[in-house]
Every structure is written in C-alpha cells, then in structure tokens.
C-alpha cells in the first residue's frame, strides 16, 4: 500500500533556531502535498499546499517567511519552521494524495515539534 | 465553504457492541469521502475510500456509506474491540480538483473491555 514516511516523529529545540521535516512518498509520487498543524484535542488545520517544483500555496492566516516549505522532488516535501518560538509548539503531519486510489490521501505519522 | 460535521464528539461503548459514527457535509457536490483513524500522538490512517459515484464501503468490520442527497456519511464498526479506540476522522476534498481535505473535529471513540 501507499507509505508516506514524516520524519522526525518528535524533536525539541530551542527558541530561535530552525527545525526541518521531512515528508516522503515511499512508493509513489506526488506531485501535491499537504502540511497540517493539529493542536491538542482539535482536528486537522491545512497549513499550506506543496507543489512540486512550484511555490507553496499558504492558507490564510499562515505565515510563508515562518513555516518555508520546499518540493524539490516527485517525493520529498519539506517544512523548516525558522526562528521557532514556544507557541509553535505543535503537532505537524503531512499527506500526499495517490498511492492506493487516484483520489485517496495517505498520511505521514507526524512530527511532534516542542519548542523550549 | 465546505463545512464537515462530525457526532457525537465521543463515545463509549463496550466491548463486542455494534455503533455508527455520523458525518454531515454542507455541500453535497463532494468529490468523495474518507475516513480516517488517528490514534493519540500518531498520523492519520486511511480507513475507507468512498468515491462519489460510490454508496458505500466495506472492508473487515467496517462499513461506510455514503448519501449525498442528505449530505451524511456513516462509518459503521461491527463487534467492536478495544483496538478499534481511536479518533475517527472523515473528510472531503473542497471541491473536485481542490484536493485539499476539510475535517470534521472527529469522534473520540472508547472500547471498553
């Protein structure tokens, strides 16, 4: 079946200094992908859209110089959250569309990000 | 906008009992719509898949149906099992060729023993 690989699952770091995630397609590629933020007990909240070769297309509300994301590849998509602060504290998880079914997503297992 | 509404928020049901997770869409021009499991600290797991043309899916002891003319979707879990306690999730692309999934905030299931 259709594996999207998120790593790392969980990572502290310090206030100021930049985190990057990983997003991959294992066995499929994936011209789109999508980075959510998830807050304790609340549902998912798109973040952003990851074209491959193309700039990100952010939701409103989303800061682009903040969460940069970059598609280099058919699969790998990356977010860098920059100058992390406590309050992007978060669970982030990504989710690429095809695999399985044309119209199926399938989902990365998450990054837990704790800014100190 | 697409809005997804999911009840009941949680549920507690023993062990070996029948349920049905309700899912209500705003717009019932959808291009399909999937269910999902979240379990805590992880990512979503695809459940079930049904597309547009589709009334329903089964796989294992799920079932999900789809009524786009009432605008409700429902996961039905048969002889439920401590396992199956988790977040259920379904969701809908906003629009054919959007691609991009709108949540309901989940139901928050409990198995007991």
């Known amino acids: 079946g259709a594996v999207v690989s998120q790593h790392p699952s969980w990572v502290i770091c310090k206030s100021g200094t930049s985190v990057k995630i990983e997003c991959r397609s294992l066995?499929?590629?994936?011209?789109?992908m999508f980075w959510y933020r998830q807050f304790p007990k609340q549902s998912l909240m798109l973040m952003a859209t990851?074209?491959?070769?193309?700039?990100?297309?952010?939701e409103q509300g989303v800061e682009k110089d903040k969460f940069l994301i970059n598609h280099a590849s058919l699969t790998l998509s990356t977010l860098t959250v920059t100058s992390a602060h406590p309050e992007d504290s978060s669970f982030y998880i990504c989710?690429?569309?095809?695999?399985?079914?044309?119209?199926?997503?399938?989902f990365g297992s998450g990054t837990r990000l704790t800014v100190v | 906008k697409q809005e997804v509404t999911q009840i009941p928020a949680a549920l507690s049901v023993p062990e070996g009992e029948n349920l049905v997770l309700n899912c209500s869409f705003t717009?019932?021009?959808?291009?399909?719509l999937q269910w999902f499991r979240q379990d805590p600290g992880k990512g979503l797991t695809s459940l079930l898949l049904?597309?547009?043309?589709?009334r329903e899916q089964t796989s294992g002891r799920l079932n999900a149906s789809l009524d786009k003319s009432s605008g409700r979707s429902t996961l039905y879990i048969a002889a439920s099992q401590p396992g199956d306690s988790a977040t259920y999730l379904c969701a809908d692309p906003s629009g054919a060729g959007s691609y991009q999934l709108t949540f309901g905030k989940g139901t928050k299931l409990s198995v007991i023993p």
């Open positions: 990851s074209n491959e070769g193309s700039k990100a297309t952010y």
């Open positions: 066995d499929f590629q994936a011209t789109t």
């Open positions: 049904i597309q547009s043309s589709q």
């Open positions: 989710s690429a569309q095809g695999g399985d079914s044309t119209y199926g997503y399938t």
């Open positions: 717009d019932s021009a959808i291009y399909n």
